[in-house]
């Protein structure tokens, strides 16, 4: 987790508070959109056609 994201810690605190409030339902929805928040996706370039790795 990034610690001085204030987005990451936000959603870190939503994802405590829901699962100290028994809805796992929520608290995944929170982990889910922590881990796919912009700073932390991983982009990996496209080869053009016809090449292979």
């Known amino acids: 987790m990034n610690d001085t994201c204030p987005t990451c810690r936000h959603y ?3 994802r405590e508070q829901a699962e100290r409030a028994g ?3 929520k608290a ?3 982990e889910v959109l922590r881990r796919c928040h912009p ?3 991983v982009r990996i370039p ?3 056609e016809g090449r292979t790795a």
Do not use: F, V
């Open 28 to 30: 995944t929805h929170y």
């Open 39 to 41: 700073s932390h996706t």
């Open 46 to 48: 496209q080869q053009p």
């Open 23 to 25: 809805d796992y339902s």
């Open 12 to 14: 870190t605190a939503l």
